[in-house]
């Protein structure tokens, strides 16, 4: 997952630009999503790490040749020192190449500065499970490098900052959003959300993170930057269990495993924009790299595919004969979803683009599947079974497992990060 970053730049050695333009370009024949952020850094701190965003946004780049390989931020007006910083995560990730373009009063260029590469950011597994602790896996080892606690109620998932530095754990007895700084394991702040916080999820942007409140049907945003929750909680429908994201539409979707039904919410307003009625209880959800569709597992063993744009069911997967359908996730490149199977022990294999199971890719596995979650390069997958307190890590090039990690009971999710795609 390479970082592109400038660093600090003081403006008066750039002929006092004013405005600057931001540009990512996908030279390679894989996509990717990339996130861009152009920063100010106040005179009293320049050299420092305390930065004001002028602009942020996540991008989903096709290949080199398509009319979505390129991507910009526009003009944004400059103060007296700025800086770049942009993060590439998907197959296409190290294809990237990102340009500054700085333009004097009168929109005419001054000068274009190329943002150099910095090492790609270390990935962790971060499991959650029926302990008082979060499991942290080192996904270039596979091995154990910390634990996380939550103490005293169980964590139930987490989620974590885009660029790694934060993770997000929903604690369930304590009615918490545990905020922990991944870089030195320290708890930074509880969060209150009430109602007993089923799920948590970053927006890709990095900008809010949702949390849904079981008890009292609704959903906390929190802003990442104050760790404060934004507003008054958005009303869902019964008992919201997971949230997925499509922000080329500014839109949420919330699983109302009560409902049944999914919640929509505007991201931009943060209010209800329909409700969509299903035929079975919802579980987990997934949407496309390019938000194009979501993906929601029911108890009744299907899968419903809903395009964001209409917010209309477009077909219903039937997985028989697998049964305990809970959790997918989809590869970063947007052609396959991963669905576990908890009651048959297995993983099944949809084609995103036929929205059709995938008979000869079943994967069996264990006792009790329960979560997945895919590496930004979609090289590997790290698969939790809920009854034997193992994750399992699968070669999804290869079809081969590469590793079995024991962890603390019951491990309920797994999580990587840094990660653009959710």
Known sequence: ????????????????????????????RLPTNVSIQLYELPPLAFGT?????????????????????TVSSGLVALGSAFGVRVISSGPGENDIAVHVTLYDA???IIRTLNVPTTTPTPLFAYVSTSSTRVTVIDTSTNQIVESLTTDPSIASVSTSTPDGTRLYVAVQGSNVIDVFDTTTSALITSIPTGGLPQSVLMRPDGLQVYATNAMTNNVVVIDVDTNMPIGAPIPTGLNP???AFSLPV??????????????????TTLSVITTIPLVGSPFNIAATPDGSKVFVCLNTNNVV?????????????NMSPSTGIFDIAI??????????????????????????????????????????????????A???????NLVHVFDLKTNIFLATIVVDAMPNDVSIAPNLLF
């Not at 970082?3 to 990512?24: K, L, M, W």
């Not at 595919?305 to 997967?317: K, N, P, R």
């Open 106 to 108: 009168d929109n005419n």
């Open 241 to 243: 269990f997971a949230v």
């Open 49 to 69: 790490q305390t930065n004001n965003p002028l602009f942020t946004s996540l991008f989903y780049l096709q290949p080199r040749g398509n009319p979505n390989d």
């Open 250 to 267: 500014s839109k949420a979707y919330v699983t109302d495993f009560s409902g049944p039904s999914i919640t929509v919410i505007n991201t």
């Open 305 to 317: 595919v809903i395009d964001t744009a209409t917010d209309s069911i477009i077909t219903t997967i």
């Open 331 to 380: 590869t970063p490149d947007g052609t396959k979803a991963y669905v576990s199977a908890s009651t048959t022990n297995e993983i099944r294999v949809i084609n995103t683009i036929t929205n059709a199971v995938m008979n000869n890719a079943t994967i069996p596995l264990g006792n009790g599947p329960r979560s997945i979650a895919i590496t930004p390069d979609g090289t590997k």
């Open 1 to 28: 997952m390479p970082i592109y970053d400038s660093g600090p730049t003081n403006n008066s050695q750039t002929g006092r630009a004013a405005f600057a333009e931001v540009s990512a370009a996908n030279a390679g």
């Open 382 to 388: 790290y698969i939790t079974t809920f009854s034997e």
